[in-house]
């Protein structure tokens, strides 16, 4: 699937290979330490919110989950 933005959809991919490769790799045998694909995740969310803005996307409301992020209720 593709980003958003067109110009996101590599980082997008680095993002999604890293975390699955940990998912699978480390996260599932019980390995719970820290994403190391946070560095990636954040260059893919600064693209992703430039891109929002650029096509003038409306998000009011919205909330969005991520790293460091409360789920609703915690």
């Given at each position: 699937?593709?980003?958003?933005?067109?110009?996101?959809?590599?980082?997008?991919?680095?993002?999604?290979?890293c975390f699955n490769r940990w998912?699978?790799?480390?996260?599932?045998?019980?390995?719970?330490?820290?994403?190391?694909?946070?560095?990636?995740?954040?260059?893919?969310?600064?693209c992703v919110q430039k891109a929002?803005?650029?096509?003038?996307?409306?998000?009011?409301?919205?909330?969005?989950?991520?790293?460091?992020?409360?789920?609703?209720?915690?």
């Amino acid at each position: 699937m593709n980003s958003v933005g067109e110009g996101c959809t590599e980082l997008k991919s680095e993002y999604d290979q890293c975390f699955n490769r940990w998912f699978a790799e480390k996260f599932l045998k019980g390995d719970r330490g820290e994403d190391p694909c946070i560095e990636l995740f954040k260059k893919y969310q600064s693209c992703v919110q430039k891109a929002i803005k650029e096509k003038d996307i409306p998000i009011d409301g919205v909330e969005f989950m991520g790293p460091n992020k409360e789920k609703p209720g915690s």
